[in-house]
């Protein structure tokens, strides 16, 4: 049996619809105007023991409200949803004794004492025994290298350090489900790093479901084999993060090295898009279909050094996806930036 | 059992560390404290010459207003009393009310869990198996207990300073064993009655003008800004049916031996029925509100 099953989940909110200008607020005292945002509209999916889940959508899509959901925090407007046999939002003990929730942006840990004390109360609430507490602390905090850090005031600590904290906070009581919303937002490339390994290693040996967002590709490259992709409170995809790329790019980019002797550039337009050229580089894109027959006509013409094929950058591709599976975002394309700079410069001159 | 109160230990002992750490607060806090016995000694100085003045032979019978203040001049002594208060007795109440107001005056309880409610903090005790309530009162008796652990020395220094006015020396061993009794509970009802009131913003997110408003009523009808004795009949009969003269006129009064001996096991129980009442409330409150929340989001 799934260890997590949601069936046709359903998250209404009523939201104020505050107008501008006094009168309008004025108004608003006497009689309100509520419109209904459909946060969760209908959502089934069903997770497996074991799997690293990555969730990816726009923002305000129902990612965060899922996690919600999942964790108990709020209480859907209808359908169903099981967590390991529990219903989250009934938010039973034994049920909260077995998941954490990470939320980037969240702080759970005393401000103004270290990190250290904050997980005895942790140890405490969770119930914890004492010796599998320091095994588990001593294990975690060397995997994110904290250890010297655990006696500093949490106030004192860089984001990331605070970040690795929450994360150590949170896996002490060795949850089975773990809900990370944007465990890297704000992080810098390193922290961001470190995070990813850590979790890749700990997920592999504990085997533990893990539920993620993050808007860095590079965290959900990493770490999911399966990707999930909710936009308007709905599914929109649910597989590998390769078939993404399949199924939205129709293309790919063909890197060319070239020799000294290729000096008109302008030809390689015949071939496919110009992408970028700075020499002796260039790159084109080509149909996927076509890349084949473009290569060897290429190759037949032009004197090359090398050759590379790629799949368009997963930023990109991802991007494509959001603005396929909701028209009101639209990819701003480089037609759009340089237009949008002529007019300014139009503008200016005049 | 025993799981639990380690872990209730364990919250009391870390929100005590917590504390100890801004020393220059707490420091400034304290001194600010004892400021105002200064100016209520001159202002209660001054009301009573005033009235002595108004109400003695040489006096002038015109200015006579003053005595409507059931001011009386005492048969034997000569004493000038205000609604049975001499001027000592009103600085020994006040000195007592400020000692009840250590227990019951809840700082930041209410606006803190508003706060926590707006900014989505809440969650954290829907997530973890904690009750919110308990812990916050367990923070909030490790503050106390923290603050008081150091501020008995000032405190002691100013009621050995003003030791003066108590002119009826230390009460009997039954009367005390009520007062410390009444001061636990006006803790106890300090914090579940303001709880309550920080718990409303499930439904107004904003609370602080009510706050505002039950701060003043507090400062009122608690008898902290003057003894409850001083209303007319009628506000005082009306007084003593809110649970608010517990946090403050209650143990004063029992400690300066304004409640006969008879009577004050009786107060004690209905203030205990009160914190009942109020425990109930909260708790009816919690409930709901979280329901509320998590009905709502956040």
């Known amino acids: ?350 | 059992m025993t799981a639990h109160v380690v872990k209730w230990w364990t919250i009391l002992r870390i929100s005590l560390e917590e504390r100890f750490v801004y020393r220059g607060d707490f420091a400034l806090g304290t001194l600010m404290r004892f400021l105002p016995i200064i100016t209520q000694i001159f202002l209660w100085t001054a009301v009573f010459a005033a009235v002595e003045q108004a109400s003695s032979p040489a006096g002038s019978q015109a200015s006579s207003q003053a005595t409507e203040m059931a001011a009386e001049q005492a048969a034997a002594g000569g004493a000038t009393t205000v609604a049975g208060y001499s001027l000592s007795a009103m600085i020994a109440y006040y000195l007592l009310t400020m000692m009840s107001r250590a227990f019951s005056s809840m700082p930041g309880l209410a606006s803190g869990i508003a706060l926590q409610v707006r900014n989505g903090e809440i969650k954290k005790f829907l997530i973890q198996p904690v009750d919110m309530i308990g812990f916050l009162l367990l923070t909030r008796m490790a503050h106390k207990l923290a603050y008081y652990t150091i501020a008995i020395l000032p405190f002691a220094f100013v009621f050995y300073l003003c030791r003066g006015y108590f002119e009826l020396g230390w009460p009997d061993m039954q009367r005390m064993v009520v007062y410390l009794c009444s001061l636990l509970l006006a803790f106890v009802l300090g914090f579940f009655l303001e709880a309550s009131i920080g718990l409303i913003s499930f439904w107004f997110l904003e609370v602080s003008s009510l706050l505002f408003v039950y701060n003043l009523l507090t400062f009122f009808l608690s008898g902290h800004m003057f003894p409850l004795d001083l209303l007319p009949d009628f506000a005082q009969q009306v007084v003593t049916y809110l649970p608010l003269h517990y946090l403050a006129y209650y143990p004063a009064a029992v400690f300066l031996e304004k409640i006969p001996a008879n009577e004050m096991w009786i107060g004690l129980g209905v203030q205990a029925a009160w914190v009942l009442a109020f425990i109930g409330v909260s708790r009816v409150m919690l409930n709901r509100g979280l329901h509320r929340y998590s009905g709502f989001g956040g």
Request: hydrophobic share 40%; net charge negative; proline share 4%.
């Open chain 1, 1 to 350: 049996m799934s260890i997590i099953q949601i069936k046709d989940l359903v998250k209404s909110y009523r939201v104020y619809q505050k107008k501008e200008g006094l009168a309008a607020s004025l108004k608003g005292l006497v009689k309100r105007e509520y419109k209904e945002v459909h946060a969760v509209a209908g959502i089934d999916l069903e997770v497996e023991q074991g799997e690293f889940v990555a969730f990816l959508g726009p923002n305000g899509a129902g990612k965060t409200t899922t996690l919600k959901l999942l964790s108990g925090v709020i209480h859907p407007t209808s359908g169903t949803a099981e967590v390991m046999g529990y219903t989250p939002w009934k938010r039973d003990n034994r049920y909260r004794r077995r998941f954490a929730l990470v939320m980037g942006q969240k702080n759970q840990l005393w401000w103004d004492l270290p990190a250290q004390e904050s997980f005895r109360l942790h140890q405490q609430i969770y119930r914890i025994p004492p010796q599998q507490f320091d095994a588990t602390l001593a294990e975690i905090s060397d995997l994110l290298d904290i250890t010297r850090l655990l006696k500093q005031p949490v106030r004192e600590l860089s984001l990331g350090e605070r970040m690795k904290m929450e994360l150590t906070a949170a896996l002490l009581h060795s949850p089975d489900v773990l809900f990370l919303d944007e465990p890297t937002i704000g992080l810098d490339v390193v922290a961001q790093h470190n995070i990813q390994q850590f979790l890749k290693f700990y997920q592999e040996r504990r085997k533990i479901t893990i539920l993620l967002t993050s808007h860095y590709m590079k965290d959900v490259a990493a770490l999911c084999k399966r990707v999930v992709i909710i936009a308007q409170g709905q599914l929109q995809y649910d597989g590998s993060l390769e078939g993404i790329v399949d199924q939205t790019t129709s293309h790919k980019l063909v890197s060319l090295l070239l020799d000294e002797s290729e000096i008109r550039t302008e030809e390689f337009s015949k071939y496919g898009v110009v992408e970028s050229i700075e020499l002796p580089r260039v790159v084109l894109r080509v149909a996927r279909e076509d890349v084949a027959k473009t290569l060897n006509a290429i190759l037949d013409n032009h004197t090359i050094h090398d050759v590379t094929v790629e799949d368009p950058p997963l930023e990109e591709v991802i991007a494509e996806m959001f603005s396929q599976v909701d028209p009101s975002i639209r990819r701003a394309t480089d037609e759009d930036i340089a237009a949008s700079a002529g007019h300014a410069r139009t503008e200016s001159d005049a």
